[in-house]
Nanobody, 116 residues
Framework: QVQLVESGGGLVQAGGSLNLSCAAR????????MGWYRQAPGKQREFVAS???????TYTNSAKGRFTVSRDNFKFTVNLQMSKLNADDTGDYYC??????????WGQGTRVTVSS
């Protein structure tokens, strides 16, 4: 089993920056791709960004040019550096890790609030 622990959420003004971190604990050998999803109030959870162990990244269109996802394969951490934040970025951000052998892993979520 793997536990994902997020940190770094908070309140930020529009146009500001925030960095989210996620650390994986447990049977990390099962982890494949890592990344982030978010859920805005009243909306479904949506993909934000992901990164493979090889360093290949994928972003949702709204994150391109503003967010940067990175990972440390030795520490099994994944970060999301967010800049130029706007109100649409408000939501609960969830760390995600693909599981090579079963259901994917999810963190508990960290809240990001962007004030206009």
């Amino acid at each position: 089993q793997v536990q994902l622990v997020e940190s770094g959420g908070g309140l930020v003004q529009a146009g500001g920056s925030l960095n989210l971190s996620c650390a994986a604990r447990g049977s990390t050998v099962s982890i494949g791709s890592m990344g982030w999803y978010r859920q805005a109030p009243g909306k479904q959870r949506e993909f934000v960004a992901s990164i493979t162990a090889a360093g290949d990244t994928t972003y949702t269109n709204s994150a391109k040019g503003r967010f940067t996802v990175s990972r440390d394969n030795f520490k099994f951490t994944v970060n999301l550096q967010m800049s130029k934040l706007n109100a649409d970025d408000t939501g609960d951000y969830y760390c995600h890790a693909g599981n090579r052998w079963g259901p994917d892993f999810w963190g508990q979520g960290t809240r990001v609030t962007v004030s206009s």
